[in-house]
């Protein structure tokens, strides 16, 4: 690649986005504007123009068609493999991330990824073994709870509830997170919440991926 080749598939903004120097850039943008094509093409110019490591870019988008997407246009570009790079959505680069890291975040080797549908299966078991009525405690209210609490970084343990209502809610949360660490499952919010924890708890771990990654692109 070169300014000539840029210049043929980029316009000017995107251009200036792709070939920024800036430690930091943030790039605002609708819709259909092109950010996949940036990010691609960033990436081909720290590879080619700036001979950047494949292996020392991270990449994140937001959903699994857009990191697919993603990958065969940069093996396209590029003509190599991405296999080894670090290219995917939040959740799919947590999930790389504790497979590599199981021992240190207290995962077993073959913890398994649960949905929607089985955490609130799983739900569900709790409220009945606790004796709680599902027309009080509606399952998908409860897991939106639990899912948000974990957004928020807070475990059962940490929760401090206001109310009745509120320590109820924290017995179902523990019973959930005791169910799921016996059990070696893991769902989505608990994906992102296990690899801050991670990093939080293994500053050798996050400097060895502070010192691999040289660029982060979201």
């Not at 494949?54 to 570009?77: D, H, Q, S």
């Not at 890291?101 to 073994?129: A, K, T, V, Y």
Request: proline share 3%; with cysteine; charged share 20%.
């Amino acid at each position: 690649m070169n300014t000539s080749t840029l210049n043929a598939i980029l316009n000017d903004a995107q251009e200036q986005a792709v070939t920024s120097t800036a430690p930091y850039t943030l790039v605002l943008a609708g819709a259909g504007s092109g950010k996949t094509r940036v990010l691609v093409h960033r990436i081909a110019w720290l590879v080619q123009i700036q001979n950047m490591s494949p292996y020392a870019i991270l990449a994140v988008t937001f959903t699994n068609k857009a990191a697919g997407e993603m990958r065969g246009r940069i093996e396209k570009l590029l003509n190599i493999s991405v296999q080894g790079m670090w290219i995917g959505t939040f959740h799919g680069l947590a999930h790389r991330l504790l497979r590599a890291h199981f021992q240190e975040s207290g995962l077993p080797e073959n913890f398994q990824i649960i949905d929607s549908d089985d955490q609130q299966r799983l739900i569900r078991r709790i409220l009945s073994s606790l004796n709680l009525d599902e027309k009080q405690y509606l399952p998908k209210q409860v897991q939106g709870f639990i899912n948000s609490k974990k957004d928020e970084m807070i475990r059962a343990n940490e929760f401090k509830p206001l109310d009745a209502h509120g320590m109820t809610l924290k017995r179902v949360y523990q019973a959930y997170e005791e169910l799921c660490q016996r059990s070696g499952l893991v769902d989505f919010a608990e994906l992102l919440l296990s690899a801050y924890e991670l990093f939080l708890k293994n500053p050798t771990v996050l400097s060895h991926y502070q010192q691999r990654f040289q660029h982060v692109l979201v």
